[in-house]
């Protein structure tokens, strides 16, 4: 079955640390998306990146960086030098089908709050 | 800029009546989504549609229905709505080789 598992219920740091948010995602394709979605304070969701199953490369955006390992089925996502603006719930997700235009299944979503 | 607009941020709604959710998507997207949000659940998805007049089920359709008579708008129903429907619901597009776009949701408190 296909699912995605964010362990971390709640994170909190101070302002400027570095902060890792887990994912592990289960599925029997071979051909996937993977996602990873922001849901600040007022409520919209965010979109802040899409890997491909095929794509193993880290990709670095500013002060986001992602590592996906296909051998640990593991999407992780770190935020280095926090700000209090990341404060939101982080959302990773899962893409079932060759196509991204397909049902995601999400995660539960990791709360992450960072402290002055 | 994809916009995808729902027609209400906050609805407060009695048990027992018909509740239309509205969503509509101004960049003609094919597919449209419906989802609840639920404190330590995540999103789950209600409905989704791939074309005019075409809907599949989620993973939770249960006391649900939707309409797509229109490319742009997809509206989700609740039929007779019920206490453990208060939630969060947000609607989705997307397109070809496109990640999807959320509204803004809908936060329905059934009374």
């Known amino acids: 079955a296909q699912k995605v598992t964010q362990a971390q219920t709640e994170i909190s740091v101070v302002e400027k640390e570095d902060v890792t948010l887990d994912c592990v995602y289960e599925t029997r394709d071979t051909t996937y998306y993977l996602f990873w979605y922001k849901q600040p304070p007022s409520g919209e969701l965010v979109f802040l990146i899409r890997?491909?199953?095929?794509?193993?490369q880290n990709e670095i955006s500013g002060r986001y960086s992602w590592n996906f390992q296909k051998s640990t089925s593991s999407f992780n996502f770190t935020i280095t030098a926090s700000q209090v603006v990341d404060s939101a719930v982080y959302f990773c997700a899962l893409s079932e089908a060759a196509s991204s235009a397909s049902k995601i299944i999400f995660g539960s979503g990791t709360r992450l709050s960072i402290r002055p | 800029d994809v916009k995808v607009t729902q027609s209400s941020r906050y609805l407060v709604k009695r048990t027992g009546e018909k509740v239309f959710l509205e969503c509509v998507q101004d960049?003609?997207?094919?597919?449209m989504f419906w989802y609840r949000q639920d404190p330590g659940l995540g999103l789950r998805l209600i409905y989704f549609s791939y074309d005019v007049k075409m809907k599949e089920k989620g993973d939770i359709p249960e006391g649900y229905s939707v309409s797509r008579e229109k490319k742009e708008r997809f509206s989700l129903i609740l039929e007779s709505a019920s206490t453990n429907q208060t939630s969060m619901y947000l609607c989705?597009?997307?397109?070809?080789?496109?990640?999807?776009?959320f509204g803004d949701g809908t936060r329905l408190s059934i009374l």
């Open positions: 960049m003609d997207h094919e597919n």
């Open positions: 890997r491909n199953s095929f794509d193993e």
């Open positions: 989705a597009s997307i397109g070809s080789n496109q990640p999807q776009h």
